[in-house]
């Protein structure tokens, strides 16, 4: 494709490389980080994902005999003949080596293909069809992680993905190329060297990471240019943090939102929605949120309401806001075709709407019957659609929920071929918008509650592109209630946090099908400690609110939900932190032990920010597990107090009741009292659960809700503690309402101690 290297012309951010048959580009955003760029198409298309400019980089470039050098104080790029790129450290040792393949796919013959096809399997994709490939070597002890919500395990190798957002009913598998979100980075880690890779491509992309050679992977795509960059670091956390600063970081959330949502399709009517609301109450589950799916619009028309069930909507919302509640509502892309319905006539009259290759307005369906896409790839439509979020703040909602933004439909995938208006007002097609659909449409979200609401939004999304983390948080779509799937529910969420989704969630108990008390029981110890925190339901399954089963499963549930609030002040403190830094809530074990190679392939356990190891049970019937405690450390069990040292796996009683769940010894755990909502109570007294060792932590006090964190409106206290002695510092004082006093509980010996007056503090000797 570029052929031999002929000539290089360095300039103030990188260097041309002149090949026989066409140019690329070295260009530096950061002296870690390098971008590696070719024109495919005649036109060049600005980034949907990456935000951060390029900083001022030192480098020198050299010709070689058969190759260019170009250095920087971190790292080395070698361009050979062909665009070939290898990263090596600033001594020339390899990191990442390109390469080209040493096999070819199998070739199948038309008899074949005509058999497969009748048998109803998808031919291979030949491997001339891609715009380019780019091939690198695997090391025989390298790890892949990342890529998004890619079902399977936490590490990637072995496997292959496509990025092409899909709304799939089918039962979700290890091997499923592709779901609803297409997050185009991973980290490697190997022995002595971590990098990682983000090819910004909204065309169908396509990540053979050592499946179809053991030792290569590759990555290519379909269309658009040849666009990616490598990030050098020392550790994993240096290239998510490099990797976050380029494309955006997880904003703090509002308080509440860290609190239970209940949801199902099927809540149809006021009446269903209201006993829901006072069921919560009575059974006493902390509550902050009750979602309306789909039933709640007119004949599924957005941003209307059903005034048939419900009199008076407006009323309603209100009556659940002063129980404590937070409405959010589901909406959709789709617009039905339907003479004077007025967001229909209003994007018709101004062209917002998707047309076909031969320029007439094209036309799918969806939940309401026919129906019509905007444009969010324009301006234009993210502003008139920004502003239709006003009917529903005015309704009183708190939140809202994209659902359907693959974009998904009824009659078949919209053509590569069909166009929506670009950011220019020329046109892109499908092809290379369909990617970052739901991402414009989060976007148009977004700025149409800064605008009428004013507090941090909160905006849920399916479909997502590498970035959108700045927009929207996300969850896993339509899981089903089995076991593998909550099996699952842990790297998921872990390779999304490593893929910049800092705020993620499964469908507690799963959507389709029906779940069991078991299911349930041990999905809530899951979804509790999972940044988002939701239990939703397809309409047609099972029932799996709190109390659909039994008195037993009803107070396991509780107990979890309490905890989720118990912990509300420790899970804020990750937010802001990751709003700093990029890290994710939910880690993988190897995120915080990566010396430990122990940790690199469980998926099993994961840890909630720096202090608590979570290893739930996920098989069914299961009373005990092995737990493996990361080395470097000295561990606390949560329930009883009894210490352990790491490096070692431990056997655990789990019965169903039970998450065994673990504290890093010097830890100081900020704890809320119990509350049925975030705000029902003030928090004057702030309970401090101290676990001997030596640590320091950072707390976060503000108001919850307001951008006034962002001004330094926030109180910051460091707690730190040498073996139980600890020691609280203000390092802020900005929000006018300080914690009064602080309780102080110890662990000791297998039990804990409490002060008892707020200020009085124990040592632990």
Known sequence: MFGRLLSFEPDATGVTVKFEHKEGRIS???????????????????????????????????????????????????????FQVDFLTPDGRMISEQTARTTK???????????????????????????????????????????????????????????????????????????????????????????????DNTSKSYFDMGKEEAERYYFAADGGDLDYYFIAGETMRDILGAYTGLTGRTALPQKWTLGYHQSRWGYITEDDIMDVAEKMRQCRIPCDSIHFDIDYMDAFKVFTWNRKNYKDPKKTLQKLTEMGYKPVTIIDPGVKKEDGYDVYEEGIKNGYFAFSAENELYVNEVWPGDAVFPSFTNPKVRSWWADKQKFLIDMGVRGVWNDMNEPASFKGPLPDDVQFADEDDTVILHKDAH???????????????????????????????????????????????????????????????????????????????????????????????????????????????????????????????????????????????????????????????????????????????????????????????????????MWYDFWTGEKYKGGQYITKKAPLDTMPLFVRAGAVLPLYPLMQYVGEKEVEDLTLAVYPGIGNYIHYQDDGESFAYKKGGYNAYVFSQNNGRLQIKDAVKNYEKPYKGFYVKICRDGVTALSETPGEYLNAE
């Open 28 to 82: 530096f955003i950061t002296d870690r980080i390098v971008r590696v760029y070719s024109s495919m198409e005649e036109k060049h298309r600005p980034s949907r994902a990456v935000v951060q400019e390029p900083k001022k980089v030192d480098f020198q470039a050299r010709q070689q005999k058969e190759f260019i050098t170009i250095k920087t104080k971190k790292l080395l790029v070698r361009v050979r003949d062909e």
């Open 105 to 199: 796919k199998q070739e199948i013959t038309a008899q074949q293909a005509e058999l497969l096809a009748k048998e109803g399997h998808e031919l291979p994709k030949k491997q001339s069809d891609h715009t380019f490939e780019v091939v690198r070597m695997l090391h025989p002890k390298e790890h892949i992680y990342g890529l998004g919500d890619k079902t399977g395990f936490l590490d990637k190798r072995g496997y292959a993905y496509e990025m092409w957002n899909s709304d799939i009913p089918d039962t979700h598998t290890d091997f499923f190329p592709s779901l609803y979100k297409s997050v185009p980075f991973f980290i490697s880690m190997r022995p002595h060297f971590t990098y990682g890779i983000f090819l």
């Open 435 to 633: 990617n970052i659909y739901g991402h414009c449409m989060a976007m148009a979200t977004k700025d149409g509650w800064l605008k009428y609401d004013g507090r941090r939004p909160f905006i849920i999304t399916r479909a997502a592109y590498a970035g959108t983390q700045r927009y929207a948080l996300v969850w896993t779509g339509d899981n089903q209630s089995i076991w593998a799937h909550l099996q699952m529910a842990i790297p998921q969420l872990c390779n999304l946090g490593l893929s910049g989704f800092s705020y993620a969630g499964t469908d507690v108990g799963g959507f389709g099908a029906d779940t069991t008390k078991e299911l349930l029981a041990r999905w809530v110890q899951v979804g509790c400690l999972s940044p988002f925190f939701r239990n939703h339901s397809a309409q047609g399954t099972r029932k799996q609110e709190p109390w659909q089963f039994d008195k037993e499963l009803l107070e396991i549930y509780r107990k979890y939900v309490e905890l989720r609030y118990h912990l509300l002040p420790y899970i804020y403190d990750c937010f802001f932190e990751s709003e700093q830094t990029g890290l994710p809530i939910m880690r993988p074990l190897m995120l915080n032990f990566e010396k430990d190679a122990e940790t690199y392939e469980i998926n099993d356990e994961f840890m909630v920010g720096e202090w608590l190891l979570a290893a739930p049970v996920v098989t069914q019937g299961t009373t005990m597990r092995l737990v493996y405690l990361p080395e470097g450390a």
